[in-house]
């Protein structure tokens, strides 16, 4: 794939990976929409990303990609909904039974990656909404990158 050597060329690319280092306890489950706020950054080349909210340094077009590992899920969570983006501009990876994927830990994980047009100064941000029982639901978060935030700009 060619790339673009004016971004190249003016380091630091617009890069980042940021992570939960903790699990988040009964953040949604109940219908509440969480604004994930990823506490840790693994790299940020360009110090876009501040807890989870990536401030877009570039016009350009971008790859996001989003994983969230879920715990204390139950049969009665009927569906998931994990979004990336802006509004009115976002990627989502459409609504999941979470409730019948979860494992016998009663964990389930869901992603949402994809290419987007983003305007410098743009904020973006990632969130998850469960629904169909109990505000229990968690967000597994661990050095191992159980669940993080990570893109990088692509071409402007």
Known sequence: MAT???INLAKPYPLFFGYYSATTAAI?????????AFDTDKFDLG??????VVTIPTTGKYYIYVTTQLGSLAVGHTSCLLQVGLA????????VNIGAIRDSADTA???VCGLMDFTAAD???ASITVTGAAKAVTVIGAA??????CGYLINS
């Open 4 to 6: 673009n050597n004016a």
């Open 28 to 36: 949604t489950g109940d219908g509440t929409l969480f604004p994930l």
């Open 47 to 52: 110090g876009n990303l501040l807890n989870g």
């Open 88 to 95: 009115g501009n976002y990627l989502d990876g459409g609504y």
């Open 109 to 111: 994980s869901v992603s």
């Open 123 to 125: 904020i973006v941000q």
């Open 144 to 149: 191992t990158y159980s669940s993080y935030i």
